[in-house]
């Protein structure tokens, strides 16, 4: 079967640092995307990794280790804007074609 | 950066008749856009991929004949909900990804349909 798991919720305070940890098992594997979605709102794409390593984006970063099925997503100078779930989802095809969506991480940014 | 989106926003309707959500990409073609389906609280589930000038492909366990989808253009797909139910009620997400030669490709989500079937 796929499974990506992923903490449930996650809290930290403004301006802090929080990592999103995600760990696969997929059939097929060709890169891992994150996502913000806020409640009641659509996902945003935030970021992809194909290869290992990281990936920079402003405030926010993202990390693979395909030989560990890991990723995960790192949020800096933390902002009160910022609480929302976030998902890591597999590509199983080129692109982001059949993707699989992780459990989903609440995080919670307290002032 | 390019804009997907989705009509209508939010829709009631009686058991038993169909609804249609239309999913477009307003300033870049999308051979390939995505419909999934969200629970409350719950993650995203790929429901199938719609491709332009061809049938949608569909995940296991989701019933084509139900969720009817035709990629008429390179900018419209929709998903027909056919002879809906209390339990088809859920938040509906098309998705179109955006490659870009020497970039990195893109996703972006339209911002969603909510169906509630009374």
Known sequence: ?111 | GAVVSQHPSRVICKSGTSVKIECRSLDFQATTMFWYRQFPKKSLMLMATSNEGSKATYEQGVEKDKFLINHASLTLSTLTVTSAHPEDSSFYICSASQPRWGQQETQYFGPGTRLLVL
């Not at chain 1, 945003?44 to 405030?59: I, K, Q, V, W």
């Not at chain 1, 030989?67 to 902002?79: A, I, K, R």
């Not at chain 1, 910022?82 to 059949?98: E, I, L, T």
């Open chain 1, 1 to 111: 079967g796929q499974s990506l798991e992923q903490p449930s919720e996650v809290t930290a305070v403004e301006g802090a640092i929080v990592q999103i940890n995600c760990t696969y098992q997929t059939s097929g594997f060709y890169g891992l995307s994150w996502y913000q979605q806020h409640d009641g709102g659509a996902p945003t794409f935030l970021s992809y990794n194909a290869l290992d390593g990281l990936e920079e984006t402003g405030r926010f970063s993202s990390f693979l280790s395909r030989s560990d099925s890991y990723g995960y997503l790192l949020l800096q100078e933390l902002q009160m804007k910022d609480s929302a779930s976030y998902f890591c989802a597999v590509s199983r095809a080129a692109g982001f074609q059949k993707l699989v969506f992780g459990t989903g991480t609440r995080l919670l940014v307290s002032p």
